[in-house]
Protein backbone atom coordinates (compact mmCIF):
# COMPACT_ATOMS: atom_id res chain seq x y z
CA UNK A 1 0.00 0.00 0.00
CA UNK A 2 2.85 2.52 0.87
CA UNK A 3 4.28 1.96 -2.64
CA UNK A 4 1.47 2.22 -4.44
CA UNK A 5 0.83 6.09 -2.41
CA UNK A 6 4.48 6.63 -3.09
CA UNK A 7 3.86 6.07 -7.06
CA UNK A 8 0.74 7.88 -7.06
CA UNK A 9 2.68 10.80 -5.19
CA UNK A 10 5.72 10.75 -7.91
CA UNK A 11 3.04 10.69 -10.70
CA UNK A 12 0.94 13.51 -9.55
CA UNK A 13 3.83 15.74 -8.78
CA UNK A 14 4.62 14.74 -12.35
CA UNK A 15 1.72 16.13 -14.05
CA UNK A 16 1.43 19.10 -11.45
CA UNK A 17 5.26 19.94 -12.66
CA UNK A 18 4.13 19.19 -16.40
CA UNK A 19 1.86 22.05 -16.52
CA UNK A 20 4.43 25.03 -14.97
CA UNK A 21 6.84 25.48 -18.11
CA UNK A 22 6.02 27.62 -21.66
CA UNK A 23 6.56 25.39 -25.05
CA UNK A 24 5.95 26.20 -28.39
CA UNK A 25 4.77 24.33 -31.41
CA UNK A 26 4.67 24.59 -34.94
CA UNK A 27 2.46 22.62 -37.70
CA UNK A 28 0.09 22.99 -40.82
CA UNK A 29 -3.69 23.80 -40.81
CA UNK A 30 -5.57 23.26 -44.17
CA UNK A 31 -8.96 24.46 -44.98
CA UNK A 32 -10.02 23.02 -48.78
CA UNK A 33 -11.92 24.25 -51.14
CA UNK A 34 -13.70 27.41 -51.42
CA UNK A 35 -16.79 29.45 -53.09
CA UNK A 36 -16.82 32.89 -54.34
CA UNK A 37 -20.08 34.10 -55.89
CA UNK A 38 -20.75 31.41 -59.04
CA UNK A 39 -17.20 29.87 -59.21
CA UNK A 40 -16.19 26.84 -56.73
CA UNK A 41 -12.70 25.38 -56.48
CA UNK A 42 -11.06 22.43 -54.77
CA UNK A 43 -8.04 23.84 -53.89
CA UNK A 44 -6.24 24.02 -50.35
CA UNK A 45 -5.39 27.11 -48.57
CA UNK A 46 -2.53 25.81 -46.23
CA UNK A 47 -1.63 27.84 -42.93
CA UNK A 48 2.00 27.57 -41.48
CA UNK A 49 0.73 27.30 -37.31
CA UNK A 50 2.83 28.90 -34.52
CA UNK A 51 1.30 28.11 -31.02
CA UNK A 52 2.48 29.19 -27.78
CA UNK A 53 1.80 26.86 -24.66
CA UNK A 54 1.65 27.20 -21.06
CA UNK A 55 1.83 23.91 -19.63
CA UNK A 56 -1.27 22.64 -21.62
CA UNK A 57 -3.02 25.74 -22.04
CA UNK A 58 -3.02 27.59 -25.19
CA UNK A 59 -2.00 30.99 -24.70
CA UNK A 60 -1.54 32.10 -28.52
CA UNK A 61 -2.10 30.87 -31.91
CA UNK A 62 -0.85 32.28 -35.20
CA UNK A 63 -1.93 30.54 -38.20
CA UNK A 64 0.36 32.24 -41.74
CA UNK A 65 -0.42 32.26 -45.52
CA UNK A 66 1.75 33.48 -47.60
CA UNK A 67 -1.10 34.93 -49.95
CA UNK A 68 -0.60 34.51 -53.43
CA UNK A 69 -2.55 36.14 -56.15
CA UNK A 70 -2.16 33.44 -58.43
CA UNK A 71 -4.51 31.17 -55.81
CA UNK A 72 -8.30 30.90 -56.12
CA UNK A 73 -8.28 32.38 -52.62
CA UNK A 74 -7.17 35.60 -53.69
CA UNK A 75 -10.95 36.55 -54.87
CA UNK A 76 -11.69 36.35 -51.41
CA UNK A 77 -9.95 39.75 -51.26
CA UNK A 78 -12.09 43.14 -52.44
CA UNK A 79 -10.88 45.46 -54.85
CA UNK A 80 -9.08 47.68 -52.05
CA UNK A 81 -7.31 45.24 -50.55
CA UNK A 82 -6.03 43.33 -54.04
CA UNK A 83 -4.82 46.72 -55.11
CA UNK A 84 -3.04 47.12 -51.69
CA UNK A 85 -1.80 43.71 -51.87
CA UNK A 86 0.02 44.35 -55.15
CA UNK A 87 2.36 46.96 -53.33
CA UNK A 88 3.91 44.49 -51.47
CA UNK A 89 6.96 42.39 -51.71
CA UNK A 90 5.50 39.85 -49.48
CA UNK A 91 1.77 39.67 -48.06
CA UNK A 92 0.70 37.42 -45.61
CA UNK A 93 -2.83 36.42 -43.97
CA UNK A 94 -2.91 35.73 -40.47
CA UNK A 95 -5.16 34.69 -38.20
CA UNK A 96 -4.73 34.88 -34.53
CA UNK A 97 -6.14 33.75 -31.09
CA UNK A 98 -5.34 35.00 -27.85
CA UNK A 99 -6.58 32.89 -25.05
CA UNK A 100 -5.40 35.96 -22.54
CA UNK A 101 -4.19 38.96 -23.60
CA UNK A 102 -2.43 40.05 -20.44
CA UNK A 103 -0.06 36.60 -21.25
CA UNK A 104 0.20 37.07 -25.25
CA UNK A 105 -1.91 39.38 -26.55
CA UNK A 106 -2.71 40.40 -30.59
CA UNK A 107 -0.64 43.89 -29.85
CA UNK A 108 2.27 41.48 -29.08
CA UNK A 109 1.94 39.59 -32.14
CA UNK A 110 2.25 42.79 -34.37
CA UNK A 111 5.36 44.38 -32.71
CA UNK A 112 6.98 41.11 -33.35
CA UNK A 113 5.51 41.32 -37.05
CA UNK A 114 6.86 44.78 -37.46
CA UNK A 115 10.22 43.58 -36.20
CA UNK A 116 10.12 40.88 -38.95
CA UNK A 117 9.64 43.95 -42.09
CA UNK A 118 5.94 44.03 -42.04
CA UNK A 119 2.73 46.24 -41.55
CA UNK A 120 -0.69 45.30 -40.54
CA UNK A 121 -3.65 45.35 -42.67
CA UNK A 122 -7.37 45.09 -42.19
CA UNK A 123 -8.78 42.37 -44.08
CA UNK A 124 -12.44 42.95 -43.58
CA UNK A 125 -13.74 41.15 -47.13
CA UNK A 126 -10.89 38.31 -46.80
CA UNK A 127 -11.70 37.68 -43.27
CA UNK A 128 -15.64 37.53 -44.01
CA UNK A 129 -15.02 34.32 -46.50
CA UNK A 130 -12.45 33.21 -44.31
CA UNK A 131 -14.43 32.96 -41.30
CA UNK A 132 -17.87 31.12 -43.19
CA UNK A 133 -15.27 28.55 -44.83
CA UNK A 134 -17.42 25.09 -43.87
CA UNK A 135 -14.10 24.23 -42.18
CA UNK A 136 -13.88 27.38 -39.87
CA UNK A 137 -15.74 26.03 -37.31
CA UNK A 138 -13.42 22.90 -36.46
CA UNK A 139 -10.57 25.41 -36.17
CA UNK A 140 -13.29 27.44 -33.91
CA UNK A 141 -11.93 30.41 -36.19
CA UNK A 142 -14.71 32.89 -34.98
CA UNK A 143 -12.36 33.49 -31.91
CA UNK A 144 -9.53 34.59 -34.25
CA UNK A 145 -8.58 37.92 -35.42
CA UNK A 146 -8.19 37.74 -39.35
CA UNK A 147 -4.98 40.39 -40.46
CA UNK A 148 -3.01 41.32 -43.24
CA UNK A 149 0.39 42.16 -43.05
CA UNK A 150 2.62 43.92 -45.56
CA UNK A 151 6.63 43.62 -46.11
CA UNK A 152 7.12 46.75 -48.73
CA UNK A 153 11.40 46.67 -48.55
CA UNK A 154 13.31 44.24 -50.34
CA UNK A 155 14.30 41.14 -48.05
CA UNK A 156 17.38 41.27 -46.22
CA UNK A 157 19.64 38.90 -47.77
CA UNK A 158 16.71 37.13 -49.58
CA UNK A 159 15.63 35.63 -45.68
CA UNK A 160 12.28 34.11 -46.20
CA UNK A 161 11.74 33.15 -42.62
CA UNK A 162 9.46 34.58 -40.13
CA UNK A 163 10.64 34.32 -35.99
CA UNK A 164 8.23 35.65 -33.58
CA UNK A 165 9.86 35.61 -30.16
CA UNK A 166 7.87 36.39 -26.77
CA UNK A 167 9.26 36.73 -23.45
CA UNK A 168 9.33 33.41 -21.51
CA UNK A 169 9.08 31.24 -24.33
CA UNK A 170 12.00 29.81 -26.93
CA UNK A 171 11.95 31.73 -30.39
CA UNK A 172 9.74 29.92 -33.28
CA UNK A 173 10.99 30.14 -36.77
CA UNK A 174 8.87 29.35 -40.20
CA UNK A 175 10.02 29.18 -43.65
CA UNK A 176 7.37 31.42 -45.47
Known sequence: MKSFLV???VVLAGCASYKTYNQTTT????????IHQKESWSDSLDFKRMSWYHGMTLYFDALLWKADLDSPFSKWFSASEKEFFAKCEHFLVTASYSADPAKISHVNFREQMKLNGYDDVVLNNFASFLKSHPSATDWRLQNYKIMGYCKRSPSRLGISNLAINFPSFKQLEVEL
Open 27 to 34: GKVILRGG
Open 7 to 9: LLL
